[in-house]
């Protein structure tokens, strides 16, 4: 049985850092192209960043460019998520997902997903 499991959302002030992680049992993360998504109340889920099989290649929209880093730990089948200079507008419920073949922005392209962990960011 597959499980992603998400940890470290918290509430933290605005300009303050937070990093998430994405742990995985029944299955090999390094061998699947992983994402970090948000979804805030009333709005669409939104993937944050990205990261290819290998490692080699990531992805990040726009709005957290320069801020966020999503990196991986192979050794202990963990993703993470750096998150920097966090904003109000960051406040979300952040979930990870995992697909072997697919990296794009869509939700629908991947098979595995976390229960989410709650970010909150106040001014």
């Known amino acids: 049985q597959v499980q992603l499991v998400e940890s470290g959302g918290r509430l933290v002030q605005a300009g303050g850092s937070l990093r998430l992680s994405c742990a995985a049992s029944?299955?090999?993360?390094?061998?699947?192209?992983t994402a970090w998504f948000r979804q805030a109340p009333g709005k669409e889920r939104e993937r944050v960043a990205a990261?290819?099989?290998?490692?080699?290649?990531?992805y990040y929209a726009e709005s957290v460019k320069g801020r966020f880093a999503i990196s991986r730990d192979n050794a202990k089948n963990t993703v993470y998520l750096q998150m920097n200079s966090l904003k109000p507008e960051d406040t979300a419920v952040y979930y990870c997902?995992?697909?072997?073949?697919?990296?794009?922005?869509?939700?629908?392209?991947?098979?595995?997903w976390g229960q989410g962990t709650q970010v909150t960011v106040s001014s």
């Open positions: 990261i290819s099989r290998g490692g080699g290649s990531t």
């Open positions: 029944g299955r090999t993360l390094s061998e699947d192209n």
């Open positions: 997902a995992a697909s072997t073949y697919y990296i794009g922005s869509r939700s629908e392209g991947y098979t595995y």
